[in-house]
DNA sequence: CGAAGTAAGTTCAAAAAATGAACCGAGTCA
DNA sequence: TGACTCGGTTCATTTTTTGAACTTACTTCG
């Protein structure tokens, strides 16, 4: 399967992964709930190489995830800003970090905490659902096509290159 | 940054990247909670070459990801089976797949369903407070450094090639 | 004034990774 | 015997990533 195929396929996973499924994208996204914005900042602290960073951050901007605003005139330069659409990724990173918390961390304890300001504890992310509350278990979920299965304006591809 | 210092890095994600970051990896897990087992199986779904599909599923496996055990002698051939840690993954599947949907989906809806075999209904996942059970605000989360934040252990790398 | 610095890129050669096709090995099936 | 199966390996080609140098339009320092 090329790349380029996966934004069009029936799987939401795999149309999700056409946009940050590559090897910088989410840490690059972990950044931006982090408060950063700037072209600099994410490539002072990702060590990644400049032209990746253009391409990527392009890429959430096209696909809404990321706001590309100009900051200053002059030089017109942007900084780039969570969307709605890329502040509902927040689960998703929220997920990730407490598989790892739970899985990747070393003897001493996750690397870090996460604090929730509303209610004032240390928490980690859990995942119910939306209609019972209850936690989920893959055993108990069944996967059906839905109403957009077929749907040949979702079956789009990204440009060439894109 | 190389990717072989990632798993070394002081922050959950990044680890988790280091295991599941790159372009094939979540798919074959998400084949995985589908019920996939066999090499053959993966890459005729999934379309990916040999070679690439052989070293992920190794990297799984080393990672306590994912079991390789021997259904048959003779020749000895392996499945894969997702391990306890493995299937610690959903979460972030769904959360993945529930933005997707949300976000990703054409004119007619998303291309699958979820339904919840304990209620009986079709589900989104929501992510919540481990400690007082709200939904989870990006701006009401504090992150502080850990008790593992510095733990030399868990700043292995990982050897060279693998 | 000129020189150095800044921010956000672009360009380009080299290295690494992904791709796709062919091949392999131990056994089964017809 | 010859074709087929499954789970790989090998290898040449293509694509992507990397890292370093360069660019552009300013601003600040001396």
């Known amino acids: ?45 990702l060590g990644l190489p400049r032209a990746v960073l253009t391409e990527r951050l392009r890429l959430l901007a096209d696909e809404g995830v990321l706001d590309r605003v100009a900051y200053q005139q002059g030089p017109e330069r942007h900084e780039y800003r969570l969307t709605a659409k890329g502040r509902d990724l927040y689960p998703v990173l929220l997920a990730i970090a407490g598989w790892s918390d739970r899985h990747m961390a070393g003897e001493a304890g996750p690397p870090l905490r996460h ?17 019972c509350g209850e936690p989920l278990d893959p055993r108990e979920v069944e996967v059906r096509p839905g109403a957009g299965f077929a749907d040949p304006r979702a079956r789009r591809q990204r440009p060439a290159g894109g």
Not at 115 to 126: K, L, N, S, T, V
């Open 1 to 45: 399967m090329k790349w380029s195929e996966l934004a069009g396929q029936p799987c939401p996973i795999a149309r999700a992964l056409s946009v940050f499924g590559d090897r910088w994208t989410l840490l690059v996204l972990r950044d931006c709930f982090l408060g950063v914005r700037r072209f600099d900042e994410f490539r002072e602290r």
């Open 115 to 131: 604090r929730h300001a509303r209610c004032g504890q240390d928490f980690h992310a859990e995942m119910r659902c939306s209609e």
